[in-house]
């Protein structure tokens, strides 16, 4: 993905603070790039959308700048080691019950799947394709209703689907993604009960009653892939990283016109695109449509044996729970659960920028806690429960289960009601761009999703995504849980309430 596209010349250095650009408003049909863009937030949506403005011809004469209040040009801070799109490992999966983005995936394994070079992105261990083994309840094993229920928030109808409904759809997409391919048909195959599926773990452990394997798909190691993109940016000499915390959004009585940082200083642009991760919500009313939510994570030192062993097998998702274990690299098993998580409600200091220049904003937001500043932080006894449930059945070599986390985390995900991605022009403050709503499955999107980041700036947003990815109001829209049937755990869990109950067993 990188040598064959023309690399523009430009000067090294460049500044947020230009003004002087007479495309001031973003909000018309006017494709015109702007003078000058400033990224906040360098995780995968802000630094793979920074990486595709380069390769755009259009935007040869605008500054580009990125933000981020993990410094992102220090190996030590970048990718944040609180943040999403950091860690081991990655699941890279076409099995979506919804089509769109089982497609989209389908155009990133293209480039996954580039391991020839060195610079290529799945080489040097960047990817792996072990397959992913889907698996889920028998009990509500029903056909799913028509119509689809995936579909934008105005959808009235909206009904939940279970993670056997969810496992299901996904197996007719990527049934019928791989049918145009008979290499890629041969590669997946059902599993009709627990022992079918115990045999392609390979663990001697087993989990859910019907499955699947699709060995078209598996993880990445997403800390070296946010490395390799950062290398790519870094050589084009386009964009300008900066260090710092935003604290809110600087704006006049139509538009938002910049940036102001915790230690006060401003920075202005044409064009301000936040892709602040979880963060988003806590320096803008989202109106509900994203809410941070954390998720658990645990890690496990194993042995030589046990590496030789689990080393083979697939990643494996339960749908019906959430929970799911990547094949362990280097000795260290990773076992998490995708989940309804938790969530943070907190008065922020700061009242995020209003959802119009009339409205008053909330300040009671989910903001996401790391242990980056809360070193004593845990995970909620429930969660860690959960996490050794799944090592107990998906993993069960002796000596293993019980054997304690070496680490365990908080990941957040920015969590919206479809789990579609929120990427668009905020409706009523001009100049102003979200790309946030990750909702816990961006990450295998990062070779194509700045491309259709991009697109949407330009206002020619890819059709099957303009709905999904808008930004959407009124109450159908909220996130109160995310219900597109990936999700297991428990709906509504509150993270200081879980985290005292922890503390009083
Ligand atoms: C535990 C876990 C497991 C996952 N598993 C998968 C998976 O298997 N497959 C998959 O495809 N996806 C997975 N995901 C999802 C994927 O990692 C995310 O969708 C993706 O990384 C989100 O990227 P982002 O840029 O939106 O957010 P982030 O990576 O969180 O980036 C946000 C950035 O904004 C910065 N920031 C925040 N606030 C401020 C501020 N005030 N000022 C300046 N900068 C700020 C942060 O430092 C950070 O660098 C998983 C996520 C988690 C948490
Ligand atoms: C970039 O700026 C140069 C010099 O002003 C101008 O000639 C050129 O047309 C501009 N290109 C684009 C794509 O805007
Ligand atoms: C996996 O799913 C099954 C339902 O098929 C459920 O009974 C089981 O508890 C789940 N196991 C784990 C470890 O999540
Ligand atoms: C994907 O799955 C959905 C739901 O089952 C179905 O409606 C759609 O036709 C499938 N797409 C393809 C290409 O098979
Ligand atoms: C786990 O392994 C790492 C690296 O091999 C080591 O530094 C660490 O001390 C180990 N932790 C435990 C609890 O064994």
Known sequence: MTSSLPQHSSSSTTTTTTTTNNNNNNNNNNTNPPSSILIVGSGLFGLSTAYA??????????????IDRSDPSSQSTFPSPDAASIDTSRIVRADYADHAY????????????????????GAQGRYHETGLLVVGDATSAAPVADPPVEGGASESSHKKLTGMDYARKSWENVSSLASRDPMLAERIRELPNADAICEVLGTGGSSGAWGYINYNSGWTDAGASMAWLY???????????IAGTVESLE??????????????????????????????????DLDGQAVATGQVLGYLNITEEEQEILGKMPVILNLSSGLFIIPPTNGVLK???HAYGYTNPRTVHFPPLPVSPTATSNCLVSIPRTS?????????????????????????????????????????YSDTRTADFLIDYHPHWKNLFVATGDSGHAFKFLPVIGD???????RNCPPEFKEKWAWKEGEGAKALFTEDGSRGGKPGLILEEELLKARSV
């Open 53 to 66: 403005l380069t390769r755009r011809h259009e935007f040869i004469n605008t500054s580009i700048t990125v």
């Open 102 to 121: 089982a497609a989209l995936c389908d155009e990133a394994q293209l480039i996954w799947r580039q391991q020839d070079k060195p610079i290529d992105l």
């Open 231 to 241: 290398e790519q940016v870094r050589q084009t000499g386009r964009v300008n990283f």
């Open 251 to 284: 704006h006049d009585d139509t538009g938002v016109t910049g940036v102001r940082l915790q230690d006060q200083r401003v920075l202005t642009a044409d064009l301000v695109m936040v892709a602040a991760g979880a963060w988003t919500g806590s320096f803008v």
């Open 335 to 337: 076992v998490a659960r």
């Open 372 to 412: 980056l500043h809360d070193p004593d932080l845990v995970i909620p006894a429930e969660g860690e429960a959960d996490l050794r449930a799944a090592l107990r059945e998906m993993t069960p070599l002796p000596g293993l289960v019980d054997r304690p986390f070496t680490k365990t985390r908080l990941c957040w």
């Open 452 to 458: 259709k980041i991009v697109d949407c700036i330009q």
